[in-house]
């Protein structure tokens, strides 16, 4: 099992920037797909973006392409997410996940994911 843990949420106005960052326990962690989700008051939780472990293979939701950037740091177990532009939709609490695959071929599914962090809020307002 692989213990995640968010930090770097936030209350910002439009437009600013964050980055988020999520620690891993486990030397698996490394080699695994991870991901970023995010849930809104009353909504269900989506996808952001993912990042494979080996390749480094990424996927972006619409919605944050081109404005968020997912990355990894193997050596430090941590993958962190870049997001400039900000905008008040997207407001949500942010959740990290590992996924025990090496391909991005189901990072858009939350069920295939085995681990997930507690999550961290960002808040944008207008």
């Known amino acids: 099992q692989v213990q995640l843990a968010e930090s770097g949420g936030g209350f910002v106005q439009a437009g600013a920037s964050l980055r988020l960052s999520c620690l891993a326990s486990?030397?698996?962690?490394?080699?695994?797909?991870s991901g970023w989700f995010r849930q809104a008051p009353g909504k269900e939780r989506e996808f952001v973006a993912a990042?494979?472990?080996?390749?480094?293979?990424?996927d972006y939701s619409d919605a944050v392409k081109g404005r968020f950037t997912i990355s990894r740091d193997n050596a430090k177990n941590t993958v962190s997410l870049q997001m400039n532009s900000l905008k008040p939709e997207d407001t949500a609490v942010y959740y990290c996940a590992a996924q025990r695959a090496y391909s991005i071929d189901y990072a858009r599914v939350p069920a295939k994911y085995d681990d997930w962090g507690q999550g961290t809020q960002v808040t944008v307002s207008s």
């Open positions: 486990g030397r698996t962690f490394r080699i695994y797909t």
């Open positions: 990042i494979s472990g080996i390749s480094g293979t990424t």
